[in-house]
Structure formats: C-alpha cells, structure tokens
C-alpha cells in the first residue's frame, strides 16, 4: 500500500525524496512531494521523515 501526499500541509523541503530507499518520490513542478505508486515498496520511511506529517499510509 502506497503513501499518500498532502499538498497542502507538503512544504517542499524534500526530506522524503533523500529517505525513500527506491526513488519513489520527487518533487512536482510546484515543488511539491509527490509518490510513485508503482515504485513504493511500501517501507514508509518517509512518514517519518516529513517534518509536517504531510505523508501518510494510504
């Protein structure tokens, strides 16, 4: 089960895209977080990784 992104609590600081082991987040062209549903593994070291709680389990 992938993580979900809330874009409106996301800041953009990009703490989640240096913790995901599979490249499965990036940042969108508004600087956004944003997840690669076919990549997640599912390990959610990102949800603890955002500093704002804007990550998730889906």
């Known amino acids: 089960m992938p993580v979900t992104v809330d874009k409106d609590t996301c800041i953009g600081c990009g703490a989640c895209v240096g913790t995901c082991p599979v490249s499965a987040?990036?940042?969108?062209?508004?600087?956004?977080?944003?997840?690669?549903?076919?990549?997640?593994?599912s390990c959610f070291s990102c949800v603890g990784a955002c500093p704002v709680s804007a990550i998730s389990e889906k």
């Open 25 to 41: 987040l990036s940042l969108d062209e508004n600087g956004k977080s944003q997840c690669d549903e076919s990549v997640c593994v």
